[in-house]
């Protein structure tokens, strides 16, 4: 059986979910209060948010793991996390 590994490094632990439609939500509840540039908040919504995760289910069918890097912060002081996703054999 195959599930999914997802972490936000120093946000959240490597967690293991029965799929990625599990992960998900729990990666973007998160993600989605934390003080992030609008612009930046799109473009991770569209990865991990609501109706938003053909693409890293794309890159999990091709790959087994999808990333981006998460910038808390406002422009002249923040830091960057890694949100990764990799599929996880149980």
């Given at each position: 059986?195959?599930?999914?590994?997802?972490?936000?490094?120093g946000?959240m632990?490597?967690?293991?979910?029965?799929?990625l439609?599990?992960?998900?939500p729990?990666?973007?509840?998160?993600?989605?209060?934390?003080?992030?540039?609008a612009?930046?908040?799109?473009?991770?919504?569209?990865?991990i948010g609501?109706?938003?995760?053909?693409?890293?289910?794309?890159?999990?069918?091709?790959?087994?793991?999808?990333?981006a890097?998460?910038?808390?912060?406002?422009?002249?002081?923040?830091t960057?996390?890694s949100?990764a996703?990799?599929?996880?054999?149980?």
């Open positions: 059986m195959s599930a999914v590994r997802a972490r936000i490094t946000i632990q490597p967690t293991v979910f029965p799929s439609d599990h992960a998900l729990v990666l973007w509840e998160r993600v989605r209060e934390l003080p992030i540039r612009a930046h908040r799109d473009f991770i919504r569209l990865c609501p109706g938003g995760n053909d693409g890293a289910a794309n890159c999990l069918a091709r790959n087994g793991r999808w990333s890097t998460l910038y808390v912060g406002e422009l002249t002081d923040w960057a996390h949100i996703i990799t599929t996880h054999t149980l």
